[in-house]
C-alpha cells in the first residue's frame, strides 16, 4: 500500500535552514506528483510546492518561492524540501502528499527558535 | 490564483443532523474540487474527489455535489467521528488552494 514516511520533527533557529524529507513507497514514485502543504498551529491548510520526480519539474505557490526548495531522489524514492532564512512564521507542521492529495505523510513539525 | 471562499467557518451539530459546507471557487474550477476531513494532531484524508467521487472507505453518509465556481459538502446524520474540520481544494490549476476550513463540533 502507499506510504509517505517523512523524517522527524525539528528544531532550529532563526536565520537557519532545515531540510526534510518524506520516503514514499508502495507505488512509482516517479509516475506521481508530489505536494508540500503548511499548517501553522491552529491553522489552515497552505500549499507550497510540488515536484515530479520523474523528470524533476517543479511549481511554487508564489509565496513560497525563495523560501522553499523541492528536490527528489530516484533511487531512494525520497522527496525533500529545504525551507531557508527561517522565521517565527516558518513554525509549522509540514505535510507531503502525492496525487491529488490522497495519500499523505504524518508531517513534521518545524520549530523556529532560539 | 484561484481563491476559494469556504463557509461557514464552524458549525455545531447534534448526532443525526445533516450539515453542509460551501466552497465557492473564483472562477470556474469544472468540478475538480476535493473535499479533505482533518482530525487534531492528524494529517488530513481525502474523502470526496471531482465533486463527487467518493474515496474508497468514505461512508455514503458523506456526499459532495456542484459545478462552475459554487460547491457544497454535506454529511448526513452526523457521527460523533465526525467531528473534525473540513477543507475543500481546488485542484483544476496550480498552485492549488484550500479553503480555509470548517470546524464541526457537536452541539
Known amino acids: 500500500q502507499v506510504q509517505l514516511q517523512q523524517s522527524g520533527a525539528e528544531l532550529v533557529k532563526p536565520g537557519s535552514s532545515v531540510k526534510i524529507s518524506c520516503k514514499a513507497s508502495?507505488?512509482?514514485?516517479?509516475?506521481?506528483?508530489m505536494h508540500w502543504i503548511k499548517q501553522q498551529p491552529g491553522n489552515g491548510l497552505e500549499w507550497i510546492g510540488w515536484?515530479?520526480?520523474?523528470?524533476?519539474?517543479?511549481k511554487y505557490n508564489q509565496k513560497f518561492n525563495g523560501k522553499a526548495t523541492l528536490t527528489a531522489d530516484k533511487s531512494s524514492s525520497t522527496a525533500y524540501m529545504q525551507l531557508s532564512s527561517l522565521t517565527s512564521e516558518d513554525s509549522a507542521v509540514y505535510f507531503c502528499?502525492?496525487?491529488?492529495?490522497?495519500?499523505w505523510g504524518q508531517g513534521v513539525m518545524v520549530t523556529v527558535s532560539s | 490564483d484561484i481563491q476559494m471562499t469556504q463557509s461557514p467557518p464552524s458549525l455545531s451539530a447534534s448526532l443525526g443532523d445533516k450539515v453542509t459546507i460551501t466552497c465557492q471557487a473564483s472562477?470556474?474550477?469544472?468540478?475538480?474540487i476535493a473535499w479533505y476531513q482533518q482530525k487534531p494532531g492528524k494529517a488530513p484524508r481525502l474523502l470526496i474527489r471531482?465533486?463527487?467521487t467518493l474515496e474508497s472507505g468514505t461512508p455514503s453518509r458523506f456526499s459532495g455535489s456542484g459545478s462552475g465556481r459554487d460547491y457544497s459538502f454535506s454529511i448526513s446524520n452526523v457521527e460523533s467521528e465526525d467531528i473534525a474540520s473540513y477543507y475543500c481544494?481546488?485542484?483544476?490549476?496550480?498552485?492549488?488552494?484550500f479553503g480555509a476550513g470548517t470546524k464541526l463540533e457537536l452541539k
Open positions: 508502495g507505488y512509482t514514485f516517479t509516475s506521481y506528483d
Open positions: 515536484i515530479y520526480p520523474g523528470n524533476g519539474n517543479t
Open positions: 481544494l481546488q485542484y483544476v490549476n496550480l498552485p492549488y488552494t
Open positions: 471531482y465533486t463527487s
Open positions: 502528499a502525492m496525487g491529488i492529495l490522497g495519500y
Open positions: 472562477q470556474n474550477i469544472n468540478k475538480y
